[in-house]
């Protein structure tokens, strides 16, 4: 049997984690977190690919790449998921899982963060754990291609 393909994307500035707002998001950087994602992966018998970009359009493309490709996608929209409908209406042509990942709790942050338009279509979304949130996030994932 061909292990489920589940496509992780984040967004704009996550390739500055670790260096940026460390209070916030932590110390741990996106290389890390990507190596630990993948290992996960081959435990949970899950085939995992990761892209970041800073540019909407480019997550965007890559959204529309994973249909009919992926059986399932895990984002961190990052600034997009307060902002972008056009990010929401690539995602509402998936016919596959969705987990929307946050390091921090957006609710407990500035006003300005406490919408997300993702969170709208989400299958689930988790916040507030920090970089464990992408593997807690992949471990449902396998848990619902099941």
């Given at each position: 049997?061909a ?5 992780v ?17 932590g110390?741990?950087g ?6 630990d994602?993948?290992?996960?992966g ?7 690919e ?22 399932g996608?895990?984002i ?23 987990i ?8 407990k ?23 464990y ?14």
């Amino acid at each position: 049997m061909a292990s489920k393909r589940v496509l992780v994307i984040h967004g704009p500035n996550l390739n500055m984690l670790g260096k940026r707002e460390p209070e916030i998001y932590g110390t741990t950087g996106l290389n890390d977190i990507n190596k630990d994602i993948l290992s996960l992966g081959k435990k949970l018998g899950l085939t995992v690919e990761s892209f970041q970009s800073n540019h909407e359009g480019a997550i965007i493309d890559k959204i529309q790449e994973a249909f009919q490709k992926c059986d399932g996608l895990i984002i961190n929209p990052a600034a997009y998921t307060h902002t972008s409908i056009a990010i929401k209406d690539a995602l509402l042509i998936l016919k596959i899982p969705v987990i929307e990942v946050h390091l921090s709790n957006i609710y407990k942050r500035e006003p300005s963060r406490h919408k997300s338009v993702v969170a709208e279509i989400a299958t689930a979304t988790l916040g507030g754990f920090g970089h464990y949130g992408y593997y807690m996030a992949l471990e449902a994932m396998a848990r619902m291609l099941k």
